[in-house]
C-alpha cells in the first residue's frame, strides 16, 4: 500500500479545529497536495492530538505525527521541548510515571494504544525501546538478550540460542561477542552495550523500535556503528529517534518532527509544541516556519 | 627542543603556598582520627584478649559436646548452641520471607503518597528501634501467656525474635529495593514485562545482595540477643537439645550470663569459652553474607 500525502501529514500548531481538520484528512488519505514527490511508506503509528500532564503541568500538546513503515523518523527540538516525553507516549512508557497523563490519542495500526483493547505490555513488546544510556540487565550477554522472550513466552533452548544468535547479528554485535557470551554485560563497552540493548529490543520481534537519544552517551565511533545500524535494519524495523544532535537527524531520519517550547496563558513552565513535520530534507532546506529555520540554522536553542 | 621550551613563559607560581596553621591542622585532623580508630582496635583486643585468656582452659571439643553440670569441668554449652541454631534459624526464615513481602509491597506497589503508607513506615521506622525487653514483654503477655499460651518454648522465642527482626530487615530490604536503578525497571517493561516479572527476574535478584547483608545482621542482633528471652524462660537449666517448637531452650547468651555469674572461678572460663563460641559464630554468620553478596554479584 502507497499512499501519497506527504503534505497531509504536515501539521502546525495553530488552533484545534484546523488539527482535526487535517487528522481528518491523513485518515482519509487521500489529499495529494505533495510536493516532494516521493511515494509514501504505509503508515503504522499516529498520533492525535496527543499531549501530556504531569500533574497540573502540561508539558507537551497537540502532537500529530505519522510513522511510516521503512523509515526512520527523528524528533528534534530544545530542551524541555517534550520529545522524550512524546517518544514515551508511544509504548505507554508514561504508565510508569504516576503524575504523567496523557491525552488525545496513539494508533498502533489502528488500534488505540491506550484504549480498552490495548495491554501496556503487549504495546511494549511490539513497539521496542532503547533508552538515553545503556541499561543493559546485571546478567550475562545472552541473558540479557534472551530477556526479552523467556518473559513473553516459554523458548525452548534451541529457539533461544537461534534468536540471541540471530538478535545479535541484526544488532552487529554477533561477530564481537560469539565467544563470551556468557559473560557479563557490563563487560562491554558503552557503545556495545547500546547494541546488546538494541539487539535485546530486536528479539522479541517488534514492528516499531523508539530510541531516545540512544547516541548521547556514546563516542563519535559508537555512534557511527548505530547510526549505521540504524539504517540496516529500518526496513525491517520502522525506527523512531529523539535526538538532540541536528547532524545526526538529517543523517539518519527520512522524516523529522521539529518541537518547540512556548509558555502558555496561564502557564509558568513551558509546554512543548511541534512545530513542524515533514520529510528530513524539506525540514533541513526548506523548513515552512521561522522557528524550524532559526533553529537548524543555530540561532534558537 | 629547548626553543620550545624557552619560547613558553616561566611559571613562577606553583610552589606550595599552603600556610603552616592549615597544613598542622589537616595533621591534628589525620591524627584525630587515627586515635579514635585505635581506641576502637584497642577495646576489641582487649575484650578479645582476655575472654581468650580466662576461656582458653574450657575451649575444647567437650565444652561443645557436654550438657550442663554441677561440675564445672563438665559442663558444657550444648544445649544452648542447638538452642540458638533453632531460634535463630527459625527466626530469621520467617522474617526474612514476611520482611521480603513487605518491603516489595512498599516500595515496588503501594502508593508512596498516601498516608496509610506513610504511617506505615513510621511504624515501621519506630519499631526498628523499639527496646528489645519491650518485645520480650510483648512476648510474655501474648505468646508465652495469655493469648497463645505456648509457654516457655522455642517457638515462642522465634516469634518473639521474630518481631524483633522484622522492622530492622524490612528497612533493609526496602533500602536495597529503592537502590535498584529505574533503568532496569524501564529496560524489563520496555521488553513486553508484566510489573510482576520486572520485579521477580530483574528487581529482587538486583537487591539480593542488599538485601541478604540487611538479613545477616538482622540475625546476628538476633543471635546476641539476651534481653526479651530471660523473660521468656531461656534462663533456665536445660539438658537437652530441643527436639521442636514446644522443646524448652535455653541460648548462648543466656549461659553466658549464668556462667559467668557464678562464684567458682571454672565456672567463669566456661562462661568466657561460650563467649568465643558466640563470637565464632557471628563471625560466620557474616561470612556467609559477603559470601551470599558476591556470589550474586558475580553470579553473571
Known amino acids: 500500500m502507497v499512499e501519497d500525502m506527504s503534505n497531509a501529514t504536515i501539521s502546525k500548531t495553530t488552533g484545534g479545529s484546523r488539527q482535526s481538520d487535517s487528522v481528518v484528512r491523513v485518515n482519509l488519505s487521500s489529499d495529494s497536495q505533495s510536493n516532494s514527490g516521493k511515494p509514501q511508506n504505509e503508515m503504522i503509528m499516529q498520533s492525535v492530538d496527543l499531549q501530556v500532564h504531569y500533574g497540573d503541568f502540561l508539558a507537551v500538546r497537540d502532537v500529530n505525527l505519522t510513522i511510516h513503515k521503512g523509515e526512520i523518523t527523528a524528533l528534534i527540538g530544545p530542551s524541555g521541548c517534550g520529545k522524550s516525553t512524546i517518544i514515551r507516549c508511544f509504548n505507554r512508557m508514561n504508565d510508569l510515571i504516576p ?194 529555520e532559526q533553529y537548524i540554522s543555530g540561532r534558537m536553542g | 627542543m629547548s626553543s620550545v621550551v624557552s619560547a613558553q613563559p616561566v611559571a613562577t607560581d606553583l610552589h606550595d603556598t599552603t600556610s603552616r596553621s592549615r597544613k598542622n591542622l589537616d595533621k591534628l ?15 576489641l583486643v582487649t575484650l578479645v584478649g582476655t575472654t581468650l585468656l580466662k576461656g582458653y582452659s574450657r575451649l575444647n571439643l567437650s565444652l561443645i559436646t557436654n550438657f550442663p553440670s554441677p561440675f564445672p569441668e563438665d559442663a558444657g554449652i550444648q544445649a544452648a548452641i542447638f538452642g540458638s541454631i533453632w531460634v535463630v534459624v527459625t527466626s530469621g526464615l520467617v522474617s ?19 498516608r496509610f503508607n506513610k504511617l506505615i513506615t513510621i511504624n515501621i521506622q519506630t519499631l526498628a528501634g523499639v527496646p528489645s525487653i519491650v518485645f520480650g514483654i510483648l512476648g510474655l503477655a501474648f505468646v508465652a501467656r495469655g493469648w497463645l499460651g505456648w509457654g516457655f518454648t522455642v517457638g515462642t522465642a522465634s516469634a518473639v525474635l521474630t518481631m524483633m527482626v522484622l522492622p530492622v530487615m524490612i528497612v533493609s530490604a526496602r533500602e536495597a529495593l529503592k537502590a535498584v536503578p529505574s533503568s532496569l525497571r524501564e529496560g524489563a517493561y520496555a521488553l513486553g514485562a508484566t510489573r510482576w516479572q520486572t520485579i521477580v527476574k530483574q528487581v529482587v535478584p538486583s537487591a539480593i545482595p542488599g538485601i541478604a547483608t540487611g538479613s545477616i545482621l538482622g540475625v546476628s542482633r538476633a543471635l546476641g540477643e539476651s534481653a526479651p528471652l530471660i523473660l521468656l524462660g531461656a534462663l533456665a537449666y536445660v539438658s537437652s537439645n530441643p527436639a521442636g ?56
Open chain 2, 245 to 300: 517448637f514446644d522443646s524448652d531452650y535455653t541460648v548462648l547468651p543466656l549461659v553466658i550470663l549464668k556462667y559467668t555469674q557464678e562464684a567458682q572461678e571454672e565456672f567463669q572460663a566456661v562462661g568466657a569459652a561460650a563467649i568465643i563460641v558466640l563470637l565464632v559464630l557471628l563471625i560466620a554468620l557474616n561470612m556467609i553474607a559477603i559470601v551470599i553478596r558476591d556470589k550474586s554479584r558475580k553470579s553473571w
Open chain 2, 96 to 114: 526474612l520471607f514476611i520482611a521480603m513481602g513487605t518491603a516489595i509491597y512498599l516500595e515496588e506497589f503501594a502508593d508512596q503518597g498516601s
Open chain 1, 99 to 292: 503524575t504523567a497523563k496523557v491525552g488525545g490519542k496513539v494508533f498502533y495500526k489502528g488500534i488505540d494504544l491506550y484504549g480498552p483493547e490495548a495491554n501496556a505490555g503487549e504495546v511494549r513488546r511490539r513497539i521496542g525501546m532503547v533508552f538515553q544510556k545503556p541499561n543493559p540487565f546485571p546478567k550475562s550477554i545472552y541473558d540479557n538478550v534472551a530477556f526479552g522472550p523467556r518473559v513473553n513466552g516459554k523458548p525452548t533452548k534451541a529457539e533461544t540460542d537461534e534468536l540471541v544468535e540471530s538478535s545479535l547479528k541484526r544488532a552487529a554485535l554477533w561477530e564481537e561477542v560469539k565467544d563470551r557470551l556468557k559473560q557479563s554485560a557490563f563487560s562491554l563497552s558503552g557503545g556495545q552495550q547500546q547494541r546488546l540493548c538494541i539487539a535485546r529490543a530486536l528479539a522479541v520481534n517488534p514492528d516499531v523500535l523508539l530510541m531516545d537519544e540512544p547516541c548521547s552517551a556514546l563516542d563519535p565511533i559508537a555512534t557511527a556503528r548505530i547510526e549505521d545500524l540504524m539504517a540496516e535494519i529500518k526496513s525491517e524495523y520502522p525506527i523512531v529517534i529523539v535526538t538532540h544532535n541536528m547532524q545526526q537527524a538529517a543523517r539518519v531520519s527520512d522524516r523529522t518532527a521539529f518541537f518547540n517550547t512556548e509558555i502558555g496563558a496561564n502557564a509558568t513552565r513551558p509546554t512543548g509544541v511541534l512545530v513542524e513535520y515533514d520529510t528530513t530534507r524539506k525540514i533541513f532546506a526548506n523548513p515552512s516556519d521561522t522557528r524550524t
Open chain 2, 29 to 43: 585532623f589525620l591524627g584525630g582520627l587515627w586515635i579514635f580508630t585505635l581506641l576502637a582496635i584497642i577495646t
